[in-house]
């Protein structure tokens, strides 16, 4: 993966940020892709120190005239794509009845329409080149149901299915579409469902009022867990992989 092109989506959020490092390491030249400029270029700055090879290319991915120009930039740039990791996302909680059009709107709207806007973008210049690998960051509740996660869960669920899609019609240009899907990691998206310190017990415990069975590996996920799976995906030793969903929660959904 050495000196090859990789955009990283949610650049500045844990689990984008772990993967932009996890990429650089490996020698990879990474655009890393965030709307928070600020916390994009602070991240890109501080990579860039330890020795990585790690550019700063701020962009809404809800907006798709926005995400169109700026892989246009990353390329002319930097070069090919060959590596495209879909990690931005937000998090609305709240039962569903009482979701606001608000809430499902910005879900979806990152969660699924920045996946479709940045992977097409991308799919696109990666066709004519007959190569590339795509890993989309899902989570595990979009095939386990959680209270409180309608939005989250159906918004990833519609990831999941859209990635498989396009990876079955990818597959003839050798083109392979992948899925991470992470359950609780210790992020600042998690840490803001905990309200106080019994917060990190009770996930690693589960909550039966919750229907939450816990982590039956008895620890919280580090967001370098999460981009050890997507560095995996995307590499060589995954290269007769696609269509396929990993799981990385310490057993949070059973195996399902």
């Known amino acids: 993966?050495?000196?090859?092109?990789?955009?990283?989506?949610?650049?500045?959020?844990?689990?984008?940020?772990?993967?932009?490092?996890?990429?650089?390491?490996q020698g990879t030249v990474v655009a890393a892709v965030d709307r928070d400029e600020a916390?994009?270029?602070?991240?890109?700055?501080?990579?860039?120190?330890?020795?990585l090879r790690v550019r700063a290319f701020a962009?809404?991915?809800?907006?798709?005239?926005?995400?169109?120009?700026?892989?246009?930039?990353?390329?002319?740039q930097l070069g090919p794509v060959e590596y495209l990791v879909n990690a931005?996302?937000?998090?609305?909680?709240?039962?569903?009845?009482?979701?606001?059009d608000e809430d499902w709107a910005t879900t979806f709207a990152v969660n699924v329409n920045g996946v479709f806007h940045v992977s097409r973008a991308v799919v696109n210049r990666m066709i004519p080149r007959s190569r590339g690998a795509?890993?989309?960051v899902t989570s595990n509740a979009a095939a386990t149901p959680r209270v409180e996660m309608a939005a989250y869960g159906a918004s990833k669920a519609?990831?999941?299915?859209?990635?498989?899609?396009?990876?079955?019609?990818?597959?003839?240009y050798g083109?392979?579409?992948n899925l991470v899907a992470p359950?609780?990691?210790?992020?600042?998206?998690?840490?803001?469902?905990?309200?106080?310190?019994?917060?990190?017990?009770?996930?690693?415990?589960?909550?039966?009022?919750?229907?939450?069975?816990?982590?039956?590996?008895?620890?919280?996920?580090?967001p370098s867990d999460i981009a050890d799976a997507v560095v995996f995906l995307l590499s060589d030793r995954a290269g007769h992989i696609t269509m396929h969903g990993l799981t990385v929660d310490g057993g949070a959904s059973l195996g399902v």
Not at 59 to 76: L, Y
Not at 88 to 100: I, P
Not at 187 to 212: C, F, I, K, N
């Open 59 to 76: 962009a809404d991915v809800t907006d798709s005239a926005q995400v169109d120009a700026v892989v246009g930039r990353i390329e002319e």
């Open 175 to 177: 083109i392979r579409c």
């Open 158 to 172: 519609a990831a999941t299915m859209f990635t498989k899609a396009l990876a079955l019609e990818v597959a003839r």
């Open 134 to 136: 795509i890993v989309t």
């Open 1 to 25: 993966m050495s000196n090859e092109v990789a955009l990283v989506t949610g650049a500045a959020g844990g689990i984008g940020a772990a993967v932009v490092r996890a990429l650089g390491e």
């Open 39 to 51: 916390r994009l270029t602070e991240l890109a700055e501080k990579l860039t120190a330890d020795g």
């Open 183 to 222: 359950g609780s990691t210790d992020t600042p998206m998690l840490r803001s469902m905990w309200h106080d310190e019994s917060g990190p017990r009770g996930t690693v415990e589960g909550r039966p009022d919750a229907y939450r069975v816990g982590i039956p590996l008895r620890k919280i996920a580090r």
């Open 88 to 100: 931005a996302g937000v998090l609305r909680l709240g039962e569903a009845r009482s979701l606001t």
